[in-house]
């Protein structure tokens, strides 16, 4: 726990040095899912996925948005970006680079060019009606460290398990630069296309703050927001181990803070939808209280159960879905999360 409070301390300062001043905005909410890219998103119509945001009172809706799936579903998007601008519904689109792009072949350079390429495209379609992207999903998860993996400071790792993530030689560094490769592309692409746009860089969570430390203080990529993912095996996200509050440690960073991902582990797997129900309804009170946050997108609008029984996805919606007759999938339910949701965040 020391070298943690080590971390805090600097980055604390890094931010006091830099003369941010972080304003407190008003707090959003919203949800994600998967309405270009998953099979349950695209039988269960458009206009029924945003109806169910709109009746959480959630005003934002974020997915996954590939190069390729621009290309194929560009007249989807369209549709989504419709309907969503008639319900006061604000997008936020997750943006990954190429396939190609990000192939293990290519160099950080080509990486770059072509996040920067599509990116630029995307955007440029969407301007004046999306407004925030999130720049990939969870690359320091893939920059980390494994064992028999030397670090830059020539520290080799011998353990079977990943580094906690709180420093930035916890991440090997040829994938790090790939990693950093394609969110300086995407960056550049959204801000060439639309400067008023607002731009997210994000953390599978735990204490992967190390990645964002060496983003923000070494290599001064210039986005935006900090978003942090967070789930329940995670602890308390003010009191991590009972010692750190990560909160206060990630404000260091001179940005404003938000989780764009939080469910219960599993979701209702296993019959516990009860408990998932809970944790949602706790979550949604303490994160709405808790200065510094400034957002918060619940893991996710439908369930996946196409995924298997025993893969998590099928399980972490707020709505179950059910097939019917026709084969395609079809909403069912709503869960108890759906309502507790809908309570902690709007009450």
Known sequence: MQKFMKSFYAVSLMGLLAGTSLVAAPFQWGINGHTVSQEAYFHVPITTQLDLVSELGAGWYRMDWGAKTFQGSTARMDELVAEAGQRQIQLLPVLFASPGGRSKQATPEQIRAAATTYAQAVVSHYKGKITHWELSNELEAHAMIRKGETSRSGKLWKW???????????????????????????????????????TIVDTAGWLHFGFIERLVREDRVPFDILAWHWYSEMGDLTKVQGKLNLVELLKGFGKPLWITEINRRDGSKGGKEAEQAEYVRKVATQLRATPGIEAVFFYELLDQPYFGKDNPESHYGLVEVVRGSDKKWQVKRKKEAFATAKTGMTD
Request: negative net charge; charged residues 35%; without cysteine.
């Open 160 to 198: 079977d398990g990943d580094p906690d993530g709180s420093s930035p030689d916890h991440y090997e560094e040829t994938r790090y630069q790939r990693a950093k490769a394609e969110i300086l592309g995407l960056q550049e692409g959204v801000k060439a296309a639309d400067p008023n746009a607002r």
